[in-house]
């Protein structure tokens, strides 16, 4: 299995503003994927992180927005830009070996709350 | 496009069997997940099945799998209240890589 980490746990942020997320792997890994949980929802993929390249982002999920970087194996950060309190959500960090059974785990996950 | 669909609740007595049920429209799907959230944590992975089987057992967890229907079962044999939990099942998405949820089976469990 993998262990991801994500920093920071919560945050409480004001409108307008940028928060990043911080999503640490301890092996390297194939794919990495940033997805948001709405209060009491599922879960939804935003983007899958490349590393070396641009993001690959979902419908409804534009790169202005949630500007994604994914700089070697074992690291990504999801920024949420010019935040507005639709944007309060779990953030959660995901990834893939792409071994037998393709299992992804998942990081604890980010609260985000604006006000 | 892909969809994974679930109930809602399932409320059950402790040492009672929980089965939590959830269908998927992708007939490709190579393996199916099912993930557990408990109150303010992250997704744990729970088990997975490979498409090509109807059983998997592992230990007080049971996943069977209808492949003509395209229905996936989670059964959690003598339920503790601990169990309590959000439970998710999973499918890929068209592309093999990211997971598409289900809503999400709130399952609780009373002594």
């Known amino acids: 299995s993998a262990v991801i980490s994500q920093k920071p746990s919560r945050d409480i942020c004001q409108r307008g503003t940028s928060l990043t997320i911080q999503c640490q792997v301890d092996s390297q890994v194939t794919m990495m994927f940033w997805y948001r949980q709405q209060p009491g929802q599922s879960l939804t993929l935003i983007a899958t992180a490349n590393q070396g390249s641009e993001a690959t982002y979902e419908s409804g999920f534009v790169i202005d927005k949630f500007p994604i970087s994914r700089p070697n194996l074992t690291f990504s950060t999801l920024t949420v830009s010019n935040m507005s309190p639709e944007d309060s959500s779990i953030y959660l960090c995901?990834?893939?070996?792409?071994?037998?059974?393709?299992?992804?785990?998942f990081g604890p996950g980010t609260r985000l709350t604006v006000t | 496009g892909e969809d994974v669909e679930q109930s809602l609740f399932l409320s059950v007595r402790e040492g009672d069997s929980s089965v939590i049920n959830c269908t998927y429209t992708d007939s490709s799907s190579t393996y199916l997940y099912w993930y557990k959230q408990e109150p303010g944590a992250g997704l744990q992975l729970l088990t997975y099945i490979f498409s090509n089987m109807d059983m998997k057992q592992d230990q007080r967890l049971t996943v069977l799998l209808n492949k003509k229907d395209k229905h996936l079962s989670l059964r959690i044999a003598d339920t503790q209240t601990g169990d309590s939990a959000i439970y998710f099942c999973?499918?890929?998405?068209?592309?093999?890589?990211?997971?598409?949820f289900g809503k999400g089976t709130t399952l609780s469990v009373s002594s």
């Open positions: 999973a499918d890929h998405n068209q592309a093999g890589t990211a997971l598409i």
């Open positions: 995901s990834a893939t070996r792409g071994e037998k059974g393709n299992e992804q785990y």
